[in-house]
């Protein structure tokens, strides 16, 4: 069963804004793409993406302190499938995972 992407969602990722930035030309090869503040306008074939990061927060686990960024997607123009593509490669490029 394929998860469906809405055209537009939100979901908090576990790393700063610096961290986002390093990571994001790979998520997003080989589709163009501008940044401008915190918002990311992405050239898709089928249609747009924007991405907008919220302020970074920080989430305490007992001792633990980890950075945590609302990140907001919006597609234009982009049937299910297409969205669920990007997502896959976009999570694919910001997985974090241990063994």
Request: hydrophobic share 35%; glycine share 10%; net charge negative.
């Amino acid at each position: 069963m394929t998860r469906a992407i809405a055209e537009q969602f939100t979901r908090e990722m576990g790393l700063t804004f610096d961290d986002f930035l390093r990571t994001l030309p790979g998520a997003l090869a080989p589709l163009e793409y501008s940044i401008e503040g915190r918002r990311i306008a992405i050239a898709h074939p089928e249609g747009s993406i924007e991405i907008s990061l919220g302020e970074t927060q920080t989430r305490r686990i007992a001792s633990l302190v980890l950075p945590c960024t609302p990140v907001t997607f919006s597609f234009s123009g982009l049937e299910k499938e297409e969205r669920r593509k990007f997502i896959d490669q976009f999570d694919l490029y910001f997985h974090r995972g241990g063994g």
